[in-house]
T-cell receptor
């Protein structure tokens, strides 16, 4: 079993839709939870991070963590074509452990 | 503030040839990482440096891969000889205090 599991998609939604991206993890030692966004032919860039269970909001993005079920989510409200990218959940230990990434396309 | 700088961005080589990638981390970041990302997958750690010391190289295929970080700043990752399966994106990242790391734009390697 991989430490971090993420559905690779691809996921295609119309502009304005609410997007839900999810990961599960197996190691209870993970304390921080991060989301990176990776545009085509670019390196991953940090989008959001959270420490505790619950929700953290940043504009149209909400990160949600449920430590009891080892489940993390990223919600995108009012999705835009510019949100089209691969979204990677990431959990730091000594290095960053990544999910496979979900490829999202937002169609105008 | 300048980000993580990597070169070359793209490289096409024939199998059995050598290749080297260079990385300049964010100024002041003591931790430097090399990751490999295969198509459709997340990045996987190859090696992690704390200053000039390689503290985790357990995933580095040492028969053909080598890395160095002289003076605890720039780093070079070398593959010799390259194999077809080495085609991937090689990502350098750096981190300071805290848990976040910052990536360069990657070096795209195609082995033919």
């Amino acid at each position: 079993q991989k430490e971090v599991e993420q559905d690779p998609g691809p996921l295609s939604v119309p502009e304005g839709a609410i997007v839900s991206l999810n990961c599960t993890y197996s190691n209870s030692a993970f304390q921080y939870f991060m989301w990176y966004r990776q545009y085509s032919r670019k390196g991953p860039e940090l989008l959001m991070y959270t420490y505790s269970s619950g929700n953290k909001e940043d504009g149209r993005f909400t990160a949600q963590v449920d430590k009891s079920s080892k489940y993390i989510s990223l919600f995108i409200r009012d999705s835009q074509p510019s949100d089209s990218a691969t979204y990677l959940c990431a959990l730091p230990v000594n290095d960053m452990r990544f999910g496979a990434g979900t490829r999202l396309t937002v169609k105008p | 503030e300048a980000g993580v700088v990597q070169s070359p961005r793209y490289k096409i080589i024939e199998k059995k040839q050598p290749v080297a990638f260079w990385c300049n981390p964010i100024s002041g970041h003591n931790t430097l990482y090399w990751y490999r990302q295969n198509l459709g997958q997340g990045p996987e750690l190859l090696i992690r440096y704390e200053n000039e010391e390689a503290v985790d190289d357990s995933q580095l295929p040492k028969d053909r891969f080598s890395a160095e970080r002289l003076k605890g700043v720039d780093s070079t990752l070398k593959i010799q000889p390259a194999e077809l399966g080495d085609s991937a994106v090689y990502l350098c990242a750096s981190g300071g205090a805290g848990n976040t790391i910052y990536f360069g734009e990657g070096s795209w390697l195609t082995v033919v």
